[in-house]
């Protein structure tokens, strides 16, 4: 059978519908970093609340916008060259990526305010040291993307949009690291600030084994 791609109009803009919908998701989750700051800039505890709210809705839609993918896939009955189109598109490129980074790096900001809260130094050193998992997920999505790029100069305007995202998505685990940096300052009085050796050495006499 002829393996013409048969992607109609309509196709296309459902398509664009769902990456839409990607980058509304990846834009709650930038809300959800400011009301974080809020929150703690504040000790607003609704704030805090507020945070978790916004989580259920992006899970949400990340389980909605699987489910579109599905009833496009099956209304539309693509050929196998579709189906690579399809799967290359950068909503597909962005909608794992960024939900397991937002995932991650909301961990963190939870993780940090705790710390803050009890003043724990224990885990504001565990904030630190596992901050790299964030900026790994950074990089590895940079290079999805330029990789998409090369391959789709048309795609660039969508695909700076994911970026924007994924960039505030990385600034929220920075921002949770800033905090746990700040908790170890309180408690012991060392600025472990762009200084590994400070942070190695209040690491170790807690156990670490940085």
Known sequence: ????PHLSTQFDAEINAVSTRV??????????????IYSLRHLDVEAA???LQVEKRVNQMEVDIDADITQIIAKRQPTARDLRVESGTPMTIGI????HASDLAIEQMRKSLDAFARLDEKAAVDIVESDFRIDEEFDGFT???ITYVMEDP???STMLDLMFVAKAIERIGDHAKNIAELVIYIV??????HNKEAFREVAGSLGSAL
Request: proline residues 0%; without cysteine.
């Open 143 to 145: 290079r999805k993307v």
């Open 1 to 4: 059978m002829d393996d013409k």
């Open 49 to 51: 609340r507020t945070v």
């Open 188 to 193: 012991r009085g060392t600025d472990v600030r």
């Open 96 to 99: 794992s990526d960024l939900q």
């Open 154 to 156: 048309r795609a660039i």
């Open 23 to 36: 980058l509304e998701m990846g834009g709650q989750v930038e809300s959800q970093l400011a009301q974080a």
